[in-house]
């Protein structure tokens, strides 16, 4: 068996790897696949398969995929994508002869306002229409993501956003890297559209809650109206694009489309998911090891 992971460059689809070696696959039967292989020589000092997979390049999806059993597509997720941006790796997906397909979709692709939701529905739509054995893999936002109002926060003792009461059912990159390696190992996750959350839901009043307990003084939350974060982005310089999906997300989680009670994520790898504060609490004191490290250097 060979398993192929695109987008292995990046931090989920190494993270996949791993994953899958943790479980058994030997490096020997492990394909990385990037735009840029020479990105991934610490990959293949590991014995893993390095190929050029460049999604906008056909030709390397062809001879990337010759004699690959099982693929882990991961998306591309910039929101200026465009909707056919996964078409030729699905064709050439088609063409080849696979056992299984597992793509990183968005959660609930098909009904969300999510910025990125376009982008994953086209997909969804173009693998459901060739006969290729698959599972799709609706992932929640990142719980890393918000390292970034918690940062902000440590600054200035307010986390701002437009995103009103609305609930994050996050999760982090590993939680859903190990359900990535789960599925394309089972046969029986095939034919399956899995929606992939956090087991405990959090708002941006509960980053402001964590951010307080962490830092130790208080931190408070916010709530701007879409316009006023409209305003406040467009005056410290963001591009009107930029603006736009911005604002766009935050409507979405104000409306609830990344809230979720499902348990799927955790029955899949075995255990709970992580945290908001374990995942908030290890990138403060990340940031703050970084800091005493920057200052000891002469």
Partial sequence: MTILVSGASGRLGRLILNSLIARGVPTSELVAGARSPQRLDDLRARGIRTVA???DDPTTLRAGLEGIDRFVLVSVSQPDTPVTQHDAVIAAAAAADLQALAYTSVYRASESALPLAPIHAAAERAIAATSIPAVILRNNSYTELYLGPLMQARQTGVI???????RIAGATRLDLADAAAAAILDDSYLGQV???SGDTAFSYADIAAAATEIFGRPVTYRALTVE???EGLTAAGLDAHTVGVL???DAAIAAGDLDSTDRTLGR????????????????????????????DIP
Wanted: avoid cysteine.
């Fill in 247 to 249: 604002t766009r997300l």
């Fill in 160 to 166: 701002a956003a437009a995103a009103g009461n609305g």
């Fill in 194 to 196: 899995l929606e992939l």
């Fill in 228 to 230: 006023q974060l409209r």
């Fill in 53 to 55: 997979f460049d999604y």
């Fill in 268 to 295: 899949m790898i075995g255990r709970p998911t992580t945290t908001l504060h374990d995942v908030l609490r290890a990138g403060s004191d990340s940031a703050a090891g970084s800091a005493t490290n920057t200052k």
